[in-house]
């Protein structure tokens, strides 16, 4: 059986950056299962796995604008640090440069930002999503391919 839409995979892979970071190790004694074709993984990613099947390597690249997308300088923002006061009092412990924040827009959606510099009265939060700008290189095996019935 290969994998086509609607089938379950079991996979295991290593995935990095482009500058060779290791973002995520799924291993074979505790591997991931994806159903293909239900809208849950990058495109780009089902494409380049449809058609193999058990025992099957794979080792590809997916350019950033084809992941999450470019790093997008309007995502970047300075926000007032009295935004952080409790009780006239900021945790110095939450604002450091690399902690995440979660933060809601005026519509109740829920975002998160990446601390990445400190100001006088204001911290600079970058909203884009941590894989943003970055090409992503996957290399796995496909352990099963089942039918998801």
Partial sequence: M???????????YTLKTSSGKLV??????KPAVFVFGAWQLLPEFEEKLEG?????HFDFTI???????P???YAIF???????????KTDEKMIQIGNVIPMTDNDGNKHHG????????????????????????????????????
Avoid: C, M, Q, W
């Fill in 24 to 29: 995520d190790e799924v291993k074979e004694e």
């Fill in 78 to 88: 300075d926000i007032p640090l009295d935004t952080f006061e409790v009780e006239g």
């Fill in 114 to 149: 990446k601390i990445i510099k400190i100001l006088k009265d204001a911290v600079t939060l970058d909203f884009n999503h941590p894989l943003a700008g970055e090409n992503l290189n996957f290399v796995g095996k496909i352990i099963s391919v089942e039918s998801n019935s």
């Fill in 63 to 69: 350019k950033a604008e084809n992941a999450y997308g």
């Fill in 2 to 12: 290969k994998i086509t839409s609607g089938i379950k995979a079991t996979v295991s």
């Fill in 71 to 73: 790093s997008d300088p």
């Fill in 52 to 56: 193999l099947g058990k025992n099957d």
